[in-house]
């Protein structure tokens, strides 16, 4: 597929409506208060949202939201791999493998002047006394009973405040006053890292929330360690994927930089010392949809972001999606591949073909492995492969490994391989007692007396490969190679 002319989330919505079928829009006024996410949730949501709701559906621009005369909203731009495909100039199928790349080829972001900072076209000081982030922005609340309104597709920018490593990534965000947001840090991610040095020394982290980017940046910023260790800035691979450096400008009340073309741009500071109940204001229990399908739980004590300014762009777009949507499955799973096909092509190159992080798991929890066995000594080596996808990609869950004749893309040959070249006895490899994501609900021991601390998980692979010295008796049926455009020209 060739590269396509995409820099900024407008450039990327103007591609998607030249494509038939892949962007749609509504006139009609919106609520932003669980009714936007319900339409989206039919209309094309898909991963692991309660159904009906559609897999590969278009991505969505509402144009008329209730309250919020100024703005629109996008959501879905990345909520099929198709679609991912035709945004990063790659082939659905390749995509692990160009983020692979991208990671081993990093180009740094730079820093542009204000002339060229979009993102400021429009400026809101905290210290207005009319500034209020609940009547300023539209950020959606997914369902009835959240912990209020998110921002679910801010890209969070801050600094080491020891060596002045950058780091972006994405958190949920809930609006918890006129200048307050609440700020849920997975443990282990490095801006929680950042934000603990400066609260040791009593200060506060300034980080930057910049909403509306190129989607190349949205994928980046889910990458995770080893694959990025602390220091290393995943706006590198965004670079990498367009060629080009992300383009970062100095924000106006904090001293962090910001992504120039942003849609909108939340400047403020993590505050040393300081934590929020998540539902203060609602009392629900609950916070919002997450990926594993499930609501999850408010946190009684998250950190808080005191905003400073509000900037944005004139027409602005806010950026949103569904938690548990196929949205997130592609940002959080492909570069869950290219971190799988890193480290195991590295130990042992030419034997695992492909990845997929599947759908059911998010992104996360799940991935299928296409694995070659060439000779007698590959016996068990897929095993070995499927242990270094764990190291890969710790809060991975489950590995089904197939051989290199099924689909991994397609979940009815990858369940065929299970009914068929699978024995539940000897083809299961457990490996109990080991941390994986903290939102399992099933990680409980309440769930399983194996389970002594909630957090803990039982990883397994599912070996679904034929043995070596078997695969003369697993042909698949062939049937006649023939080419169907002669007899349908417009077959797909």
Not at 297 to 323: D, F, M, W, Y
Not at 339 to 367: E, W
Not at 450 to 479: A, E, M, W, Y
Request: hydrophobic share 40%.
């Amino acid at each position: 597929m060739a590269t396509p002319e995409v820099h900024d989330l407008r450039s990327a919505l103007e591609l998607l409506q030249s494509i038939p079928g892949e962007m749609v829009s509504t006139d009609v006024e919106v609520n932003p208060h669980a009714e936007l996410s319900g339409v989206y949730r039919i209309v094309g949501a898909g991963g692991t949202c309660m159904r009906p709701t559609r897999k590969n559906g278009p991505a969505m621009m509402f144009n008329n939201v209730k309250g919020y005369p100024d703005f629109r909203v996008a959501i879905g731009l990345v909520g099929s791999r198709k679609r991912v495909g035709h945004l990063l100039g790659c082939e659905p199928e390749r995509l692990g493998f160009l983020l692979k790349d991208a990671v081993q080829n990093p180009i740094a972001p730079i820093e542009v002047g204000a002339e060229k900072a979009q993102c400021q076209e429009v400026v809101h000081l905290a210290s207005d006394p009319d500034f209020d982030l609940r009547t300023l922005l539209p950020a959606p609340t997914n369902t009835e009973e959240d912990s209020g309104p998110y921002f679910t597709m801010g890209m969070c920018y801050a600094s080491d405040p020891e060596t002045g490593e950058s780091d972006i990534t994405i958190h949920r965000l809930c609006v918890q006053s006129r200048d307050e947001l609440s700020m849920w840090l997975t443990p282990g991610r490095h801006i929680d890292a950042f934000r603990m040095k400066a609260e040791a020394a009593g200060k506060p982290l300034p980080i930057s929330i910049s909403i509306g980017v190129d989607p190349a940046i949205e994928i980046a910023a889910c990458f995770e360690p080893p694959t990025t260790p602390q220091g290393y800035d995943e706006l590198q691979v965004a670079g990498a994927i367009r060629g080009r450096p992300v383009e970062l400008t100095r924000c106006l009340t904090i001293s962090e930089r910001a992504i120039a073309h942003a849609e909108v741009v939340i400047e403020g500071e993590l505050l040393p010392n300081v934590r929020v109940r998540e539902d203060q204001n609602t009392n629900t229990g609950k916070a919002m949809p997450e990926f594993p399908g499930y609501t999850g739980e408010s946190k009684n004590a998250l950190p808080v972001i005191k905003v400073k300014a509000v900037t944005h762009r004139i027409n602005p777009i806010l950026q949103t999606t569904v938690g548990p949507s196929e949205e997130h499955v592609n940002m959080a799973g492909i570069p869950t591949e290219a971190s799988i096909l890193d480290m195991v092509g590295r130990a042992m190159p030419g034997k695992l073909l492909n990845v997929f992080a599947h759908t059911s798991g998010g992104g996360k929890f799940l991935a299928v492995m296409q694995f070659k066995k060439s000779a007698p000594v590959d016996e068990g080596r897929q095993r070995q492969a499927a242990l270094l996808a764990f190291s890969a990609f710790p809060e991975l869950k489950h590995v089904i490994l197939v051989d290199e004749d099924v689909d991994i893309f397609d979940t009815d040959d990858v369940l065929w391989a299970m009914q068929t070249r699978y024995q539940g006895d000897v083809s299961t490899v457990f490996i109990p007692g080991v941390r994986c994501h903290p939102l399992d609900p099933s990680q409980t021991p309440e769930f399983s007396h194996t389970i002594r601390q909630v957090g803990s998980s039982c990883k397994t692979i599912f070996d679904c490969t034929v043995p070596f010295n078997l695969k003369s008796h697993f042909q698949r049926s062939k049937f006649m190679d023939v080419d169907v455009k002669r007899f349908l020209p417009d077959f797909e």
